[in-house]
């Protein structure tokens, strides 16, 4: 069912982080009327939403209560309480992604358990309880370093992930219930973004090819489009759809992969939301993430996802040593580089390995692009 959109319409959004803050300038463009929920007072989208409410969107009784006055409900975070937007769906709220999506998705485990049953390919894994129980697989040679530890629950930002490399890592471990995931060598990390409205249109941007800062599990840098085949770019596409219908999804999904070292695509992991690895296609896709969001939770037809030219997204991350207020240095310098498209998310504070910003960078020779998005990283500092 399409909304009619107005200027009464009131689109709720539980989380008000960078990409709250993103999807309610998207929102703008259209005339909606934006009421962000955020713990954060000062979050990243508490000075352009429309209404803005200070509380948790883990409590039910906030939830619920901020629920009331909205047309529509998204997200931009899984960790909102989910018992609320159950109920809030059955009493006949629009709610986009669908809360059955987002009790599978938040959980790493039951991802994973979904990947299986849906013939959807992904790396073998196993579920432990604590860490204990990883410690007593090893020890009886049932599981083999290296290997890599998520929790199943609170993940988020490369928080709640540890790659075991060697047996004294094994002190690093998660004592909360978690996955291991048997560690793919030499995999290429790529992300495809997929949309899917409520009448099962879908529509896929270009994969593109992420490259991790090694300390953090973060994005460092993001190639698009991808520096992989046409054969390959066809097959990871076809498994997006194919996860986008399994979930039967309302709104983007963000679909991880690796490619092995024998061109095997595995899925990693699924986000129900507007993702870090879709910010490129603010500047350089003709519909950028955000609005294709819109386009789907509101019923309408997808946008086009063809790319402008080359781009490479370079995350702005808090420098090591720095807590406190943040001041950003090379500002100047990094806007006087052609094409660099510089976004500042407005977080106050600073600290290690914190998402400060991000910076796009845009030309025609996407190796250009890539030479940029190196000074960038080296020349733009988020220090306190």
Known sequence: MKQTISSSFRLGILGGGQLGKMLCQAASTWDVSTHVLDPDPEAAAASIATKFVHGSFRDYETVMKFAQDVDLLTIEIEGVNIEAIEELEKSGLPIYPEPSCLRIIRDKGLQKQFF??????????????????????????NLQ???????????????????????????LLFGSPSLVEFFVPDAMEIGVIVSRNKSGEMECYPPVEMIFNPVANLV??????????????????????????????TGLLAVELFIDKDQNILINEVAPRPHNSGH?????????????????????????????????????LGQEGFSGPVVYKGLNEVLGIDGVKLHIYGKIQTR???????ATILDTDAEQALEKAKRVLSTLKAQA
Do not use: C, W
């Not at 196993?126 to 410690?135: T, V, Y």
């Not at 992930?161 to 002190?171: P, R, W």
């Not at 290690?352 to 991000?358: E, I, N, Q, S």
């Open 352 to 358: 290690p390995y914190r998402k400060m910003g991000h």
């Open 116 to 141: 299986i049953t849906n013939n959807l390919p992904t790396a073998n894994f196993a579920l432990f309880d604590n860490a204990s129980a990883i410690r007593q697989e090893v020890a009886s040679g």
């Open 280 to 316: 490129h296609t603010i500047e350089s896709a003709i519909t950028s993430q955000y609005e294709q969001h819109l386009r789907a939770i509101f019923g309408y037809h997808p946008g086009s996802t063809k790319l402008k030219m080359p781009a490479v997204m370079v995350n702005i």
């Open 145 to 171: 370093i290296p290997f890599v530890q998520k929790t199943r629950l609170s993940g988020y930002d490369g928080q709640g992930v540890l790659i075991v490399k060697e047996v004294s890592d094994l002190d």
């Open 220 to 249: 460092e840098y993001l190639l698009a489009p991808a520096r992989i085949s046409d054969e390959l770019i066809a097959k990871a596409t076809e498994i997006a759809l194919k996860a986008a219908e399994a979930f039967q999804i």
